[in-house]
């Protein structure tokens, strides 16, 4: 069974840096997407940073030039550098593998991870 698991997330204050790390695990072909996505209490899932297998790399307006996405494949593991940390960067932060192939030949599907709190006290 794939799961995804995620690590990293800590109470920081504003201005510190944080690395999350997303490790995805089981039978595991090939994953097209590997993303980052944040919810804060009362507010609606936002995108953070994705990266394809090439990579090529989207971020989400609020993060641009504070956060580094980054993936190793041959470890099935995605990356977020997140520096500059602000208040408004608290929420929880989620993993997800877009179009993950658990067999050759089958379609892809996607799998979240169960997310981890990032704080960062002002």
């Known amino acids: 069974q794939v799961q995804l698991v995620e690590s990293g997330g800590d109470l920081v204050q504003a201005g510190g840096s944080l690395r999350l790390s997303c490790v995805a695990s089981?039978?595991?072909?090939?994953?097209?997407?590997m993303g980052w996505y944040r919810q804060a209490p009362g507010k609606q899932l936002e995108m953070v940073a994705k990266?394809?297998?090439?990579?090529?790399?989207t971020y989400g307006d609020s993060v641009k030039g504070r956060f580094t996405i980054s993936r190793d494949d041959a470890k099935n593991t995605v990356y977020l550098q997140m520096n500059s940390l602000k208040p408004e960067d608290t929420a929880v932060y989620y993993c997800?593998?877009?179009?993950?192939?658990?067999?050759?030949?089958?379609?892809?599907?996607?799998?979240w991870g169960q997310g981890t709190q990032v704080t960062v006290s002002s």
């Open positions: 997800k593998a877009e179009g993950l192939r658990e067999r050759v030949g089958a379609r892809g599907t996607d799998y």
């Open positions: 089981g039978s595991i072909v090939s994953i097209n997407v």
């Open positions: 990266a394809s297998s090439a990579p090529l790399t």
